[in-house]
């Protein structure tokens, strides 16, 4: 059996602007600032006795060919592998896996492109995971997302994630272990029960393009500010960002909110958090939430239907954590 695991990602600045149809056309390309977090993906890889695929996740399938997978990341994952006969694969979330706005079906295609390749005996790097990654969800499945989901979880750690028609590059920012215990201190995660589809919300077009474009223009420069923010510790101002990052973004589109979500907002600031906006594109599952180190104690006793967790930081990236064909 081989497991491989996959951490998901809170992003602090600049999501959106790594949707190609931005990055590609902006002289600077987009970038985004962000950071793997400890809930993660496992998967599981698996010889059988027969040549069947058995995949578990949310449902279970058993077929003859692969092509037959209803799961197209598990089906694509495959293909590009070349693991096509004899496996069973097991999917396992740390937290709800789908519209949690953490890149989670991003994570579970890395992680599945991990465990097949070493299944396979092949030792991969974790830019070529980033890389395979998007071939399936952009180039094959013709997902509306953008690129930071697949390199945050291939390379773990606080990034800026620069994306253009040349290339993505990957640059750990320079954070001191006391910087980091702050962060994961300061910084929670607030669950708001709902779920929406990413993709839906990224494919919708813009009621005004022009105001679009210019909105992403500023989230791209919030995350040249919250990347100096992060490495000098002003996470005080990071938070404020957060809040500015909102705005920007909920005039993007009208999905990106709602009033139950606008309501648990305005609850979460007037309780004394310095920021927060919606991780992922929008309507998405968690808040991240700035505030002073006891602000997450407050939150629990205010909002007790809000699972609130800590923002606790892996600097690992995709990983075999065990393999018995070694």
């Known amino acids: 059996m081989i497991i491989s695991r996959t951490p998901l990602r809170a992003s602090f600045c600049g999501g959106g602007t790594d949707i190609d149809s931005f990055s590609y056309n902006e002289s600077g390309g987009g970038m985004v600032v962000s950071a793997a977090v400890k809930n993660y993906i496992h998967v599981t890889v698996n010889r059988r006795f027969d040549d069947k695929i058995r995949v578990s996740y949310s449902k279970l399938e058993l077929v003859d060919n692969f092509e037959d997978l209803e799961h197209d990341l598990v089906r694509e994952a495959m293909r590009i592998t070349g693991i096509?006969?004899?496996?069973?694969?097991?999917?396992?979330?740390?937290?709800?896996?789908?519209?949690?706005?953490?890149?989670?079906?991003?994570?579970?295609?890395?992680g599945l492109l991990n465990a097949l390749h070493t299944f396979a005996g092949?030792?991969?790097?974790?830019?070529?995971?980033?890389?395979?990654?998007?071939?399936?969800?952009?180039?094959?499945?013709?997902?509306?997302?953008?690129?930071?989901?697949?390199?945050?979880?291939?390379y773990g750690g606080i990034n800026s994630i620069s994306f253009s028609s040349k290339g993505n590059v990957v640059s750990p920012l320079d954070v001191s272990e006391e910087i980091i215990d702050r962060i994961q201190d300061e910084f929670s995660l607030v669950f708001t029960g709902i779920s929406r589809s990413a993709s839906k919300i990224l494919g919708e077009s813009p009621t005004n393009y022009d105001d679009k474009i210019d909105r992403l223009r500023k989230i791209r420069l919030q995350a040249n500010k919250s990347m100096k923010m992060l490495e000098i510790g002003d996470l005080k101002s990071l938070g404020m960002?957060?809040?500015?990052?909102?705005?920007?973004?909920?005039?993007?589109?009208?999905?990106?909110?709602?009033?139950?979500?606008?309501?648990?907002?305005?609850?979460?600031?007037?309780?004394?958090?310095?920021?927060?906006?919606?991780?992922?594109?929008?309507?998405?599952?968690?808040?991240?939430?700035?505030?002073?180190?006891?602000?997450?104690?407050?939150?629990?006793?205010?909002?007790?239907?809000?699972?609130?967790?800590?923002?606790?930081?892996?600097?690992?990236?995709?990983?075999?954590?065990?393999?018995?064909?070694?």
């Open 84 to 110: 096509i006969s004899g496996v069973e694969i097991t999917t396992i979330a740390d937290i709800p896996s789908k519209g949690t706005g953490l890149g989670s079906s991003s994570s579970v295609t890395v």
């Open 122 to 154: 092949h030792n991969v790097s974790a830019k070529k995971l980033a890389e395979e990654a998007c071939i399936i969800e952009l180039d094959i499945l013709k997902q509306p997302i953008g690129r930071q989901d697949q390199y945050a979880a291939a």
């Open 241 to 326: 960002l957060l809040s500015e990052a909102w705005n920007q973004k909920r005039g993007i589109s009208s999905s990106v909110s709602n009033d139950e979500l606008d309501l648990l907002y305005s609850q979460i600031i007037e309780l004394g958090a310095s920021g927060a906006k919606l991780l992922g594109a929008g309507g998405g599952v968690f808040f991240i939430v700035h505030g002073n180190s006891e602000f997450r104690d407050i939150m629990k006793v205010a909002l007790p239907s809000n699972k609130i967790i800590p923002l606790i930081l892996d600097f690992e990236g995709s990983t075999i954590i065990y393999n018995s064909y070694s």
